[in-house]
């Protein structure tokens, strides 16, 4: 069974940083990409960033220049250092495996940015 298991979710104040992580365990055929989402309060589950297993990147606009996602092939894991963060960032995270044939998704992690 696989599972994804992200941590390192919390509270911080505006202008702060936090780091994600997930780790894929289980068996799971090649991961391709590794990606995180978020769901803030109001609206529908977004993309936040992506990596390939090549390492290329793709971030929002909104998160372009203060965060960075990072991978670790060997490890199954992928990471999210948030750096600058405001209120508007606040919200559950969710990581995110795409193999050639599946998609998997993690349980989610609480950041919360707040004075």
């Known amino acids: 069974q696989v599972q994804l298991v992200e941590s390192g979710g919390g509270l911080v104040q505006p202008g702060g940083s936090l780091r994600l992580s997930c780790v894929v365990s289980g068996s799971i055929f090649r991961i391709n990409v590794m990606g995180w989402y978020r769901q803030t309060p109001g609206k529908e589950r977004e993309l936040v960033a992506t990596?390939?297993?090549?390492?290329?990147?793709n971030y929002a606009d909104f998160v372009k220049g203060r965060f960075t996602v990072s991978g670790d092939n060997a490890k199954n894991a992928a990471y999210l250092q948030m750096n600058s963060l405001k209120s508007d960032d606040t919200g559950v995270y969710y990581c995110n495996a795409q193999s050639a044939y599946l998609i998997y998704w993690g349980q989610g992690t609480q950041v919360t940015v707040s004075s």
């Open positions: 990596i390939t297993r090549g390492g290329s990147t």
